[in-house]
């Protein structure tokens, strides 16, 4: 490998595994010891790492000297994530460590969103100029974008024309920092890989809002696929039978268990004058959120209990069925809905049922994460991390 390479690597290394060793490093990167405590030594002179001490292991009985363990200097520079949707933009700035050092989120009003790219430039350029100590020690921007991108054209690739004026160029082109775009839950896989030390180097990211994405890292790389449409779970088909889908096809999974169809259905529950504790909680069918929804599951609603088991039904089965095709270590589960204990129980029930024939316990494959709105913009800075400063360091 080229010195850049070598560099990258070990920095990489740190970030997943801090605080540690250089023979650690070395070991478990194949890079030679003595480059190791060379580059080591320059990314200390160059306040990208320091030395925190020995390590204490009981376990360590090698003999000599302790080994000096190496962690990052998590305040020397700062990233942005920013991540639009059909209802948000949220923006984050975050240290190399992914806390937050400022984040903010707004409602997206419909003029907006046909004038997307303006709005964003001009709220992150207000942004950083609140933030002059900061911004000095930016790194770059990454933005996450409810769809693909098209690299050649950094257009956004989504089957809606939500946002048809959205340009990646006209970012780059008036932004003063690089910016780099990438789909909005391929961002929040990268995010836990870098951030999360205890996330393994293969595992599956199940996101489900609006719509429903799964991005895979494999061996430590965001999996790509030949063209845009890896990852594309909420399009797999559960009946063949079923509702029909914004993409031609009949019976996907987005169609039971999206946030956008479910609240379909419960808006058309509010509207036929059924019996519904739905119509307790808002005063119109508009005026719905998956909040409201979950509250009527947890209430006892019979009909919105059968959407929502529906739903997980169908959920369970993708989930298990992700499991057995692509083994990864660990199944990550996002979704506001999971929030709800009741939800969340039924859901596992129908994973382990679906898994009983599996050594593993399905508890230790399948993790549902606390719900964090503000998972893809943490995600996009830590894709401009990657790009901006592991790669280039």
């Not at 259905?265 to 004058?273: A, K, T, V």
Request: charged share 20%.
């Amino acid at each position: 490998m080229t010195t850049q390479e070598n560099r990258s690597t070990i920095l990489e290394y740190i970030f997943r595994h801090a605080p540690v060793a250089r023979s650690t490093i070395a070991r478990n990167t194949q890079i030679t010891p003595a480059t190791v405590t060379s580059i080591s030594g320059d990314f200390i002179r160059e306040g990208i790492i320091h030395e925190i001490g020995s390590d204490e292991n009981p376990e360590e009985t090698s003999p000599g000297r302790k080994k000096i363990l190496l962690d990052l200097v998590p305040d020397r520079v700062y990233s942005m994530g920013v991540e639009f949707t059909k209802r948000h933009v949220r923006f984050l700035i975050c240290d190399l460590r992914g806390n937050s050092v400022f984040q903010t989120s707004w409602l997206l009003e419909r003029e907006v969103k046909e004038n997307i790219t303006e709005f964003l430039i001009n709220k992150i350029t207000e942004i950083l100029h609140s933030l002059p100590e900061i911004t000095k020690s930016l790194i770059g921007i990454g933005v996450a974008v409810p769809g693909h991108i098209d690299i050649q054209q950094d257009k956004v690739i989504i089957n809606s024309s939500t946002f048809p004026g959205f340009s990646g160029k006209e970012l780059k082109k008036h932004l003063p920092f690089p910016v780099v775009l990438e789909n909005n839950v391929r961002c929040m896989a990268f995010g836990r890989y870098l951030f999360d030390q205890t996330s393994p180097e293969t595992f599956a990211f199940f996101h489900s809002g609006l719509g429903m994405f799964c991005a895979m890292m494999k061996d430590s790389h965001l999996f790509q696929g030949s063209n845009y449409y890896a990852g594309e779970i909420g399009h797999t088909i559960v009946n063949p039978e079923g509702k029909k889908c914004e993409c031609g096809k009949r019976g996907c999974l987005q169609t039971y268990c999206s946030e956008t169809w479910l609240l379909k259905y419960c808006r058309l529950l509010y509207d036929s004058n059924a019996s519904t504790v739905l119509t307790a909680l808002k005063p119109s069918a508009e005026e719905l959120t998956i909040e409201d929804v979950s509250r009527a599951f947890s209430l006892g609603d019979v009909q919105v209990g059968n959407y929502i088991s529906t739903a997980l039904k169908y959920l369970g089965i993708t989930i298990s069925n992700l499991a057995i095709i692509m083994n990864p270590d660990k199944i990550y589960l996002h979704c506001s809905l999971f929030s709800n204990e009741e939800i969340s129980e039924e859901l596992m029930d129908y994973i382990k049922q679906q898994l009983l024939f599996v050594d593993d316990p399905t508890d230790r494959t399948v993790q549902l994460l606390p719900f964090n709105p503000f998972e893809g913009p943490q995600g996009a800075a830590a894709y401009a991390i990657k790009q901006f400063y592991i790669q280039t360091i």
